[in-house]
């Protein structure tokens, strides 16, 4: 179990957990995020690495390239390809929290800012 106290903020505002992110196993990582109520992450996208939403708490709009903004909530996936702007919106009263599963795994040269 992921030890809660390194939980972390980045850039783009979202508190990220690191639940599985190992070299031996580059076919996926999965982190925890917790987007505090009213807060909008920074838009941003990620190279050669697919990512899914699980959304386990709150509500909230998220925004995923082209596509129409959408309302998720609790057990629903986000499907964002490589590559593809992406941003979140807590628009509920409480942490939007859910799992970030990337595949193949995250690592920080993938990242990128678009803000």
Same mark, same amino acid.
């Given at each position: ?6 939980? !972390? =903020? ?6 990220? +957990? ?35 939403? +699980? ?23 986000? !499907? ?17 929290? !859910? ?6 795994? !995250? ?6 800012? =678009?803000?």
């Amino acid at each position: 179990m992921p030890d809660a106290k390194t939980e !972390f =903020l980045t850039e783009e505002q979202c508190w990220i +957990l690191e639940c599985w992110n190992v070299t031996s196993d580059p076919a996926v990582s999965i982190a925890r995020a917790r987007v505090e109520q009213g807060i909008t992450t920074k838009m941003h996208r990620l190279k050669n690495v697919d990512e899914r939403y +699980l959304i386990i708490a709150g509500s909230g709009i998220v925004r995923v390239g082209e596509r129409e903004a959408a309302s998720v909530g609790p057990g629903q996936v986000v !499907f964002i390809p490589a590559g593809i702007p992406q941003q979140i919106t807590n628009n509920g009263n409480s942490d939007l929290i !859910f799992y970030c599963i990337c595949s193949p795994r !995250f690592t920080p040269d993938c990242y990128e800012a =678009l803000e």
